[in-house]
């Protein structure tokens, strides 16, 4: 059986301030990416960034939430995953809680290519940051987080995702390590402050712990928008080999991901075999279904 997976990264701009215009925007994105592909049985997954249908800023949250799946992005990617018969991983929207509406979370949406809703995850770090003179964020603010691991299963990928600051905490993806995820996927809105110093660090170290691919995709860097993003969308393989690089601009990256490399990296360096589980340990505190 095919180990590979066919991976569309979509680092777009925010085209404006209608939730509408950002949405059809990405979906026009999404089509050109996926016209020139060729169809064979590797399935394709199309990853967003975080916070992708708004500007990002806990100011923002609100007026952009919706509920998932009845809202206007959860249908525009539903749609347009069956349109294309091909997997979204949906970046991030805020999400207005059903039974509390003042209640939102950061959240990302996996679709299915018959449309269908696979997972969604709430962004379980929230991102709080405080340095004089060089960035201050209180997402908590407006933001409540999510409580949950979210595992999705496209081909022979096994899927752990997290959003943006969730890539911070190792033993969140060493829980997905110890499920065996081989992929770890977070749409992202780093600042260029923090950019600058962890982007591409943390994307490594985590695919260095885990012996996984690790993507984190952006949005364009726009300084005209109230939170400029850095950019710089990226893959990582299971060697933490950086294998592709946007830059700052709009930019589609592809890349045919093969999942036996993250065998065989398991295999020839078996640093996962070799923990001292009698010595430490990480294990999740709810339920990982
Ligand atoms: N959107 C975010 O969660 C930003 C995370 C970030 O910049 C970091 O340093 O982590």
């Known amino acids: 059986m095919s180990k590979n997976l066919r991976l569309i990264l979509i680092q777009h701009r925010t085209a404006g301030d209608a939730k509408e215009e950002n949405v059809q925007y990405v979906l026009g994105k999404i089509r050109a990416a996926v016209a020139d592909e060729k169809r064979t049985s590797v399935p394709i ?38 349109e294309l018969g091909i997997y979204i991983i ?36 929230l991102y709080d940051i405080e340095v004089p003179g060089k960035v201050t964020f209180k997402e908590s603010s407006a933001m409540t987080p999510g409580k949950n691991f979210t595992i999705v299963e496209i081909g022979p990928a096994k899927i752990g995702i997290g959003i943006c600051f969730d890539i911070e905490f190792d033993e969140f ?69 950086v294998i592709k690089k946007a830059g700052e601009e709009e930019e589609i990256i592809k890349a045919d991901l093969d999942f036996a490399l993250a065998d065989s990296a398991r295999e020839q360096l078996p640093v996962f075999r070799k923990r001292r589980t009698d010595m430490y340990d990480v294990v999740a505190k709810v339920p990982l279904k």
């Not at 991030?92 to 809703?117: A, H, I």
């Not at 992929?183 to 260095?208: D, K, M, N, S």
């Not at 012996?211 to 860097?221: D, H, I, K, N």
Request: charged share 20%; glycine share 6%; hydrophobic share 35%.
């Open 45 to 82: 997954l199309v990853v967003l960034p975080e916070l992708f249908n708004s500007p990002y800023g806990p100011q923002f949250f609100d007026k952009y939430a919706e509920l998932i799946p009845d809202g206007y992005t959860s249908k525009a990617l539903s749609a347009v995953a069956k």
């Open 90 to 125: 949906g970046g991030s929207y805020p999400e207005r809680d059903p039974q509390n509406p003042k209640t939102l979370y950061n959240t990302c949406t996996v679709w299915g290519p018959k449309g269908e809703l696979l997972a969604k995850h709430r962004k379980v770090h």
């Open 173 to 241: 993806a060493r829980v997905y390590r110890n499920e065996g995820c081989n992929f770890l996927v977070y749409p992202a809105a780093f600042p260029i402050y923090t950019g600058e110093l962890h982007w591409e660090l943390y994307q490594r170290a985590r695919a260095a712990d885990t012996q996984s691919y690790v993507t984190m995709v952006s949005a364009s860097r726009d300084y005209t928008n109230p939170f400029v993003n850095w950019g710089y969308t990226m893959l990582v393989d299971p060697w933490a080999r």
